[in-house]
T-cell receptor, first 113, second 116 residues
């Protein structure tokens, strides 16, 4: 069955630095991959979608890469700010149903002032 | 972006009682909604897929008689936790996906259920 791993449960970085989060997956070749942000006690909020034929995608200070050979996506936040502190989840379409999503366990990012 | 509203955001109930959680798509029609459960520092676990006008599809290990799902209209799905027990305490989240080429999911605010 498909498996998603977000390597770091928690990541602390200094304000202004670039945060890099990793999402690895196995037993699957998804057509796309998504990243979400979740704040405590709230539902996830969609950030970016990257398709299998896209190597990189950017949105303001966010950058996502998608390496289908390595089966890995990297999520970067440049010039990080304390307001970026949250849990970030990667998600893949379910192998059995494209309308369902399977989520990684998330990485809790803390940006220190 | 599309808005999904979930209500209530927090609920405390006594063991043995039932609790209903509502999930509404405010500015779009959602033929399919999803219900998740999330434990502290864990990922979202899909419980069931709610289909408008038909029975929900439950994931393996999720008791359909325990977690009743009703999707009576294109903008409302409800999850009822029946005969709640303390182990049902959790964070429940619903989501809906826009039709068409966009595949991003829009989530409700979540409901923190505490059973005492």
């Amino acid at each position: 069955s498909q498996k998603i791993e977000q390597n770091s449960e928690a990541l602390n970085i200094q304000e202004g630095k670039t945060a890099t989060l990793t999402c690895n997956y196995t037993n699957y070749s998804p057509a796309y991959l998504q990243w979400y942000r979740q704040d405590p006690g709230r539902g996830p909020v969609f950030l970016l979608l990257i398709r299998e034929n896209e190597k990189e995608k950017r949105k303001e200070r966010l950058k996502v890469t998608f390496d289908t050979t390595l089966k890995q996506s990297l999520f970067h936040i440049t010039a990080s700010q304390p307001a970026d502190s949250a849990t970030y989840l990667c998600a893949l379409p379910h192998s059995g149903s494209a309308r369902q999503l399977t989520f990684g366990s998330g990485t809790q990012l803390t940006v220190l002032p | 972006g599309a808005v999904v509203s979930q209500h209530p955001s927090r609920v405390i109930c006594k063991s043995g009682t039932s609790v209903k959680i509502e999930c509404r798509s405010l500015d779009f029609q959602a033929t399919t909604m999803f219900w998740y459960r999330q434990f502290p520092k864990k990922s979202l676990m899909l419980m069931a897929t709610s289909n408008e006008g038909s029975k929900a599809t439950y994931e393996q290990g999720v008791e359909k008689d325990k977690f009743l799902i009703n999707h009576a209209s294109l903008t409302l799905s409800t999850l009822t936790v029946t005969s709640a027990h303390p182990e049902d305490s959790s964070f429940y989240i619903c989501s809906a996906i826009l039709q068409g080429s966009r595949t991003e999911a829009f989530f409700g605010q979540g409901t923190r259920l505490t059973v005492v």
